[in-house]
């Protein structure tokens, strides 16, 4: 029996890739297992963005080669950005992988799989990505089925300067909203009611196009062709938040209060050496727009902290912009030099030490402003989205508010009433902490 045991790793863009994977394995007549030893096939979809995430990449894929140890027939496959940064680079230094598949030829890999010799092999294409989705393409849906992804668009084109993606994803490929209406469609039919639209930037959508759309138009469409009743947006870039999008949100409910937009830095000096097309100005009258417009929204940003030349000055700035926009979510990272980008050329490197300590001054503070925005919640009645059982205990059940995007933020612990998976139930809040609030389901007649 042809049997599958899957990773995938970094972020949801890659899941929705390796959902591709799953179900070209399927229709190859593969069963998928939920142990690696039972497997005669092992695939990794790894993710090439930054250092970490290759070192984590390898550190999985030679602890799944020993399974090779106790069945020598089974066959370890490697797939994703990674592959497609590194290429035959990664033939001599994993010899352990019997299969290499770039971007372009992971749709077909279970074909690639059954037709693999006894030497490894390599599968990618000179030059960029160029490989673009369609709804026709089947997806095996790895996230719970009342949830999942809707990647819009492929690669990017903003250059950022410590940015390797459209070196490894390539040129912005937009999909047309006729597709993606359509596959929206097919979701809903399946049983999904959280939709989050992803892409390297939402706002970029269309612009490829000989007659541009945008992000409105296809979200006017998503609204009116499908009855999904949760629509998130994930990764918007900072400059290009219209108004005309933030008027969309305030007038339709079923398109969630709930914008990630990653910032990355607030200082001009630091912003422009990040080859980001926008200034601190920028971002101040951003988050007046979006309070002013849809002042329920929750703001999610990351932050990068460690870039080349970057100053005390400049952290503290960062420091007293988060103080005076009072963001609800907020990731922290430590610059990683990646070789092959405009920023590994940079001078003025920040040591590896002065990273962590700038690192934890943001998280420290934020960490304070999260626990008094958390705080407002409480006594609210707030519609969640039940995922299940809590992994923390089987006597709680954990869901998501509007406000809460799945895997990155924190949830709600349910500690009472009867629900089931993918329902949306309104719910009391009546604790906050700093990440995670806690609440219990009110019924239909004490709400109405």
């Given at each position: 029996m042809?049997?599958?045991?899957?990773?995938?790793?970094?972020?949801p863009?890659n899941?929705?890739?390796?959902?591709?994977?799953?179900?070209?394995?399927?229709?190859?007549?593969?069963?998928?297992?939920q142990?690696?030893?039972?497997?005669?096939?092992i695939?990794?979809?790894?993710?090439g963005?930054?250092?970490?995430?290759?070192?984590?990449?390898i550190?999985?894929?030679?602890?799944?080669?020993?399974?090779?140890e106790?069945?020598?027939?089974?066959?370890?496959v490697?797939?994703?950005?990674?592959?497609q940064?590194y290429?035959?680079?990664?033939?001599?230094e994993?010899?352990?992988v019997?299969?290499?598949v770039?971007?372009d030829?992971?749709p077909?890999?279970?074909?690639?799989?059954?037709?693999?010799?006894?030497?490894?092999?390599i599968?990618?294409?000179?030059?960029?990505?160029?490989?673009?989705?369609?709804?026709?393409v089947?997806?095996?849906?790895?996230?719970?089925?009342f949830?999942?992804?809707?990647?819009?668009?492929?690669?990017?084109?903003?250059?950022?300067?410590?940015?390797?993606?459209p070196?490894?994803?390539?040129?912005?490929?937009s999909?047309?909203?006729?597709?993606?209406?359509?596959?929206?469609t097919?979701?809903?039919?399946?049983?999904?009611?959280?939709l989050?639209?992803?892409?390297?930037?939402?706002?970029?959508?269309?612009?490829d196009?000989d007659?541009?759309?945008?992000?409105?138009?296809?979200?006017?469409?998503?609204?009116?062709?499908?009855?999904?009743?949760?629509?998130?947006?994930?990764?918007?870039?900072?400059?290009?938040?219209?108004?005309?999008?933030?008027?969309?949100?305030?007038?339709?409910p079923?398109?969630?209060p709930?914008?990630d937009?990653?910032?990355?830095?607030?200082?001009?000096?630091v912003?422009?050496?990040?080859?980001?097309?926008?200034?601190?100005?920028?971002?101040?009258d951003?988050?007046?727009?979006?309070?002013?417009?849809?002042?329920a929204?929750?703001?999610r940003?990351?932050m990068?902290?460690?870039?080349?030349?970057?100053?005390?000055?400049?952290v503290?700035?960062?420091?007293?912009?988060?103080?005076?926009?009072?963001?609800?979510?907020v990731?922290?990272?430590?610059?990683?030099?990646?070789?092959?980008?405009?920023?590994?050329?940079?001078?003025?490197?920040?040591?590896?030490?002065?990273?962590?300590?700038?690192?934890?001054?943001v998280?420290?503070?934020?960490?304070?402003i999260?626990?008094?925005?958390?705080?407002?919640?409480?006594?609210?009645?707030?519609?969640?989205?039940v995922?299940?059982?809590?992994e923390?205990?089987?006597?709680l059940?954990?869901?998501?508010s509007?406000?809460?995007?799945?895997?990155?933020?924190?949830?709600?612990?349910?500690?009472?009433g009867?629900?089931?998976?993918?329902?949306?139930?309104?719910?009391?809040?009546?604790e906050?902490?700093?990440?995670?609030?806690?609440?219990?389901?009110?019924?239909?007649?004490e709400?109405?």
């Amino acid at each position: 029996m042809k049997t599958l045991y899957m990773v995938s790793l970094g972020c949801p863009k890659n899941l929705v890739d390796s959902e591709v994977m799953l179900a070209d394995f399927e229709q190859a007549g593969y069963a998928v297992v939920q142990e690696a030893g039972q497997a005669s096939v092992i695939l990794v979809n790894t993710c090439g963005f930054i250092r970490p995430a290759v070192e984590e990449a390898i550190d999985a894929i030679l602890e799944l080669a020993t399974c090779k140890e106790h069945n020598p027939t089974q066959r370890l496959v490697v797939t994703g950005c990674m592959v497609q940064r590194y290429g035959a680079e990664l033939v001599a230094e994993l010899p352990e992988v019997d299969l290499f598949v770039g971007l372009d030829d992971f749709p077909r890999i279970s074909a690639l799989v059954d037709r693999l010799g006894v030497e490894p092999q390599i599968i990618t294409r000179p030059g960029l990505a160029t490989y673009l989705m369609d709804h026709r393409v089947s997806r095996r849906i790895a996230t719970p089925p009342f949830r999942s992804y809707l990647k819009i668009t492929e690669g990017c084109d903003n250059r950022c300067a410590y940015c390797m993606i459209p070196s490894i994803r390539g040129r912005l490929r937009s999909r047309t909203v006729a597709d993606l209406v359509a596959e929206a469609t097919r979701l809903e039919q399946s049983g999904v009611r959280e939709l989050s639209l992803i892409a390297q930037d939402l706002t970029a959508y269309g612009r490829d196009f000989d007659k541009p759309e945008n992000l409105t138009g296809l979200l006017r469409q998503l609204l009116e062709k499908t009855s999904i009743p949760w629509l998130r947006l994930l990764y918007l870039y900072p400059a290009s938040v219209s108004d005309e999008l933030l008027d969309l949100m305030a007038q339709q409910p079923r398109l969630l209060p709930y914008l990630d937009i990653p910032f990355q830095h607030v200082s001009d000096r630091v912003l422009t050496a990040m080859n980001r097309h926008y200034r601190h100005a920028t971002l101040d009258d951003l988050v007046r727009r979006i309070r002013t417009l849809v002042p329920a929204c929750a703001i999610r940003t990351t932050m990068l902290v460690g870039f080349p030349g970057e100053t005390d000055e400049d952290v503290a700035e960062l420091i007293d912009s988060l103080h005076a926009w009072q963001l609800d979510h907020v990731g922290v990272f430590q610059y990683q030099e990646e070789d092959g980008s405009p920023a590994a050329q940079l001078p003025n490197k920040v040591a590896d030490e002065e990273k962590e300590s700038r690192y934890q001054r943001v998280m420290a503070a934020q960490a304070l402003i999260s626990e008094r925005r958390q705080r407002r919640y409480v006594g609210r009645l707030e519609p969640v989205l039940v995922e299940g059982v809590s992994e923390e205990s089987d006597l709680l059940l954990e869901g998501r508010s509007r406000f809460q995007a799945p895997e990155i933020d924190g949830c709600i612990y349910i500690t009472s009433g009867n629900v089931n998976p993918g329902d949306i139930v309104m719910v009391r809040i009546t604790e906050a902490h700093t990440y995670d609030l806690v609440g219990e389901v009110v019924d239909a007649q004490e709400n109405g």
